[in-house]
């Protein structure tokens, strides 16, 4: 058993959070069973967050890129400074419970050919208050493809705050996607798919830290998050299956996005553009769709007649 928890590796990727970053990082020394190593990405901070870490610098690696990155250029960035055979990814506002690092590994005992393996999560506020503990009703225990690509395609079924996955086979799917700006780990779960089962724990092994940002901040990534669920949709579902029942699902999860988007209300003129744009492709997804199943039925109708 030791053997096994010494293959999971933490990493931190951090911007401009000090206030929350060592409470994060206290939470993962308060581990029953300590990770193989935790390693932080400072994203070319500008606050204090490097006092922060020069006060744990006995217990974590700090790792820098040679620029500010991107998000997912970030997350991408650290996992490559990761030597575990199995890591996880913790934002620096985000919390883990003494038990996230040995329910992970018991599962990977069990589960050693999975691909990822997800956990229930309670998401607290600005003063660590509990608000709710969230979990899915979709995601079973263990998932094979391509169950567990339906699973993902109306939302992610896995949070960034409580996943655990197989380096290697997310190497070989090519990690985060670096073209989405918030939901590079929901493209990650999509290209994992057909790498391996999808095991979920019973649970809760984080905190998922919310409802404190500024407004005006949440507002800021609902276009993000439009044109994220866009290329998703539109681009790397039909990538990985153009089978009738996923792309169905994805159809059914296209006119939701619509909706969503239509709700929202944008001032700036470029912004709108960026909008249309989106609701464009997603209404060709769409469309695309529904020209297929009429053609298949009218096929079928066609061949009974034939037939007879």
Known sequence: MNLVLQMISIGIPTYNQADYLGLTIESLLKQTVRPLEIVVSDNWCTDHTGQVLDSYKEYIKVVKPQKHLTMM???????????????????????????????????????????????????????????????????????????????????????FAAFCVNTQKAKNVGMFPEELMLFGDWGLWLKLSKAGDFVTLPEVTSQYRTAYRDKQVKASRHLAALNDRTFIRCNLIPSLSRGLFT??????????????????????????????????????????????????????????????
């Open 247 to 308: 792309s169905s699902l994805n159809a059914y999860g296209a006119s939701v996005n619509i909706r969503e988007a239509l709700k929202e209300k944008y001032d700036d003129v470029e912004d709108m553009k960026m909008r249309d744009k989106a609701l464009q492709c997603l209404y060709g997804l769409k469309s695309t769709i529904l020209r297929r199943m009429i053609g298949l039925v009218l096929t079928k109708l066609y061949r009974i007649r034939t037939i007879k």
């Open 73 to 159: 250029e970030n997350w991408n960035f650290l996992a490559s400074q990761l030597n575990g055979e199995w890591f996880s990814l913790i934002s620096s506002d985000d919390l883990v419970l003494p038990n996230f690092v040995s329910d992970f590994s018991q599962a990977i005992s069990a589960h050693p050919d999975a691909a990822l393996i997800r956990a229930p999560y309670e998401a607290i506020n600005a003063d660590g208050d509990i608000l709710s503990r969230r979990s899915s009703f979709l995601a079973k225990k263990v998932r094979s493809y391509p169950e567990n690509l339906y699973e993902q395609i109306r939302n992610t079924k896995t949070s």
